[in-house]
């Protein structure tokens, strides 16, 4: 399993993001899915990523969850079944926030395998992916979760991963 950690609270790490998914997803063109819901600050990351990449890779990507039509964990049994269907011989590059000791927060890290959407809230769900984006949005020790992941955070943590991932596959 290859791991490749970045910290966005530093810096702009879009060029080292775009290298990192170049050598783990090779493919013409990418199938990519973004979980999350707008609802709560902290799970609005994969959503906003699926609008902006919408927005930029235009006919280039296939891309799955966006703010006006999310991939929320309780669609991932649905959305996996519908993608093997569509596109039955393609990786898939997922991308999610996540919780992490506290000093993660503002780390992203793109990973050789899938994930477990909904880990963080005690969710028992299915790995979805062949390839994982995360950006680390809050504590996991933290009690008021939904409260207290600022958005400036998520902007930084979205920005590295959308021009990186544009890099990636422009």
Known sequence: MSIYVFNSAKRDN???ISKAVKLLYNTDKPVIICVGSDLVVGDSLGPIVGSELIKNLQGKAFVYGTLDSPVTAKEIPVIQDEIKKLHPYSKIL???AAVGNKEEIGYVKISSVGIKPGLGVNKNL???????????????????????????????LLSDIVSGIIKAFN
């Open 94 to 96: 997922v991308i999610d």
């Open 126 to 156: 299915p790995i979805i992916g062949d390839v994982s984006v995360i950006g680390i949005v809050s504590d996991k020790n933290d009690k008021n979760l939904n409260f207290s992941t600022r958005f400036s955070l998520v902007y930084k």
């Open 14 to 16: 879009s060029e080292e």
